[in-house]
């Protein structure tokens, strides 16, 4: 077997077409925000996920971090749309720690730390001696790599998260430990909102919210 080939059946150019066609207009559906009912999901996602306004800092993140990011052993986020989102999330939560499942070369810490100056950026190797989660303040939580997903299952499916507490799985093939992790978390108890936001999946705790699905575009 010759590895990194795509296994998948190939689209007949008709098929393609077809895909793209649906593609469009499921974008056109829900494009921001469209059909959204709660406040709350609506801001999420039209002033936070879908929110196109560069803050200042940006430019100075992106071209920090360029050089590692492009680096053909770099294994974490390498999308600046993704990273300037969870740049976004920890302003949108208000979180006080950050729980990053991410390889050491990951640059999230950059971006994180960039939002706020007082969040406490956790690595999933320091949670032996702290506390996943504190009841009293919402976590942003994010699983940037494949590898860590395991890892990730074990930490966060018995965990139980203040309200406004979000889980974001960077999941670029759409499939695989992250993909399974994000279905494993939306049936937690606490979860009610999952966003699919392409290659990243966004799982809301809230008890005030109805449990939905909704897909946005960064």
Not at 67 to 77: E, K, N, T
């Amino acid at each position: 077997m010759t590895h990194g080939t795509d296994l998948r059946p190939k689209l007949s150019p008709y098929d393609y077409v077809r895909l793209q066609a649906i593609r469009l207009g499921r974008y056109l559906l829900h494009r921001r925000g469209h059909g959204v009912h709660s406040p709350y999901v609506f801001y999420l996602i039209t002033r936070v996920i879908e929110e196109r306004t560069p803050y200042y800092c940006f430019a100075s993140l992106a071209a920090g971090t360029r050089d590692v990011r492009r680096s053909c052993s770099y294994s974490g986020i390498a999308n600046e749309r993704v990273l300037e989102l969870i740049f976004r999330l920890v302003l949108y939560t208000g979180a006080k720690r950050c729980i990053a499942f991410s390889p050491d070369s990951s640059v999230l810490k950059q971006y994180v730390q960039a939002a706020s100056s007082t969040i406490a950026y956790v690595s999933a190797k320091d949670l032996d001696t702290t506390p996943l989660v504190e009841k009293s303040a919402p976590v942003l939580m994010v699983v940037e790599e494949e590898a860590l997903a395991t890892a990730a299952m074990s930490a966060l499916a018995e965990g139980s998260f203040a309200d406004g507490s979000i889980l974001v799985l960077h999941c670029p093939r759409r499939r695989g430990a992250v993909r399974t992790l994000c279905q494993q978390m939306w049936e937690h108890p606490e979860a009610r909102i999952l966003v699919d936001v392409g290659e990243v999946f966004i799982v809301v705790f809230h008890s005030g919210l109805n449990k939905r699905r909704y897909k946005a575009f960064l």
